[in-house]
């Protein structure tokens, strides 16, 4: 890890893909901050990886919390590496079969969440980050964010979500543009079907349904998958201002 001794703070840290983040960042030698609303979840795995890790409990929308966190990932080193995890989902169509309007405030707590609160941790991550010592090619470190698939090819009922993937998608080029000038990369990961808590709650036949239809691995895909692609991408100095998918091949279908 070209990052190794430096420190990295993962939103939405306590569960899924951030948890597998956070796990393989430590094992690399990266110390972490967990960023996430369980704070019991979120305890717990910081106290199974050790005194290099810690947690911040609290929600991406709020700039007094996430600075909190930004500085604790700060004081466990250099903070060079920042992965944006926290995210909710909401199913609703813009109209629905009874003439039902798509509810507006559950339409703003997801932007809110999910692109808001990604940019939140961005802006003030970033700042931090600029403040740190160079590395030798001028690096100070990356921005990892996670859209989706839903932000190319949104399914019925997944306007309030695909409309804040899209958002992530569409910031990456411009952030990666604005923080340039200090050394700092920026990327997006976007996942296909992946076998997170929200997925494993799904009946068994339903899961081989939803894999069945992902061209090749035939598979979900997992949250270590996703921690491996970070790897990478931190890795990969060269690579910037873009978003790679992460999905088997798999292309939504309307529904």
């Not at 094992?27 to 106290?47: H, M, Q, S, V």
């Not at 076998?195 to 239809?213: C, F, H, I, N, Y």
Request: glycine share 12%.
């Amino acid at each position: 890890m070209r990052y190794q001794g430096a420190s990295a703070l993962v939103s939405g840290g306590a569960s899924g893909l951030g948890a597998a983040t956070v796990r393989r960042l430590s094992e690399a030698g990266i110390a972490c901050t967990i960023l996430d609303r369980d704070a019991g979840r979120a305890g717990e795995l910081a106290a199974s990886l050790g005194p290099a890790a810690s947690y911040a409990a609290g929600d991406v929308t709020d700039p007094e919390v996430v600075a909190g966190a930004v500085e604790k990932a700060s004081q466990a080193g250099p903070l060079r590496i920042v992965v944006n995890c926290a995210g909710i989902g909401w199913a609703m169509r813009t109209v629905g079969r009874d003439g039902t309007p798509h509810d507006l405030e559950a339409f703003k707590n997801v932007i809110s969440v999910n692109l808001i609160g990604s940019f939140n941790v961005i802006r003030l991550a970033a700042s931090a980050m600029s403040k740190t010592e160079p590395l030798k090619d001028g690096e100070r470190g990356v921005i990892v964010n996670t859209a989706s698939v839903a932000a190319f090819e949104g399914q019925v009922g997944q306007v309030a979500y695909s409309a804040s993937k899209g958002g992530i998608v569409g910031m990456t080029v411009p952030v990666a543009r604005d923080l340039s000038v200090a050394g700092i990369r920026v990327l997006a990961i976007a996942p296909g079907l992946m076998d997170t808590p929200m997925l494993a709650l799904l009946p068994e036949d339903q899961r081989k349904a939803m894999a069945s239809g992902i061209p090749f691995p035939k598979r979900l895909g997992s949250p270590e998958d996703y921690a491996e692609l970070v790897v990478d991408l931190c890795e990969s100095s060269y690579l910037n201002g873009e978003v790679i998918r992460l999905d088997g091949a798999l292309r939504l279908q309307p529904k």
